[in-house]
């Protein structure tokens, strides 16, 4: 029987880089990540927390298969290749964008929610020196 070990049980692995200095600090990766209790690696925290994380790929999934059986396969082909060409249209990486083309091709539009009220740029921690952001963007650091 082949055994295996926790990480191979996660459900929802994040990679997590080790930021530790080299030297004589390098074994407390302890005291800055804590002690992890074994439990919520596992699971998920909550039964719906995996729902909501894939709330929109379900819902556009069922949208695309609704819109097959009315309309034919072309529709949401077409469809998906406007996601595809609003999603590459992008702005600077320092700079905010508020994803309107895609909220319209989704029908977001005409609805406030969360995001909208607590998603104010001017709030945002994302804000950084844009020459290093576009520099790493490119690939140059």
Do not use: Y
């Not at 074994?38 to 999934?61: G, I, R, T, Y």
């Not at 949401?76 to 964008?97: C, G, T, W």
């Amino acid at each position: 029987m082949e055994s295996r070990g926790a990480s191979s049980l996660l459900k929802d692995s994040i990679p997590i880089t080790d930021f530790s200095l080299p030297g004589q600090f390098e074994g407390h990766g302890l005291l800055r990540r804590g002690f992890a209790c074994l439990k919520n690696e596992l699971v998920p925290s909550h039964p719906l927390e995996l729902s909501e994380k894939n709330f929109q790929l379900n819902q556009d999934k069922t949208n695309f298969a609704m819109l097959r059986n009315i309309q034919g396969l072309h529709a949401p082909l077409k469809l998906q290749m406007e996601f595809r060409a609003v999603k590459q249209a992008q702005r600077l990486p320092f700079l905010h964008s508020s994803n309107m083309a895609l909220d319209t091709l989704r029908g977001n539009d005409e609805c406030i929610s969360f995001e909208d009220i607590l998603n104010d740029p001017s709030q945002s921690e994302v804000m950084g020196e844009p020459h290093m952001m576009m520099e790493h963007k490119l690939g140059l650091l």
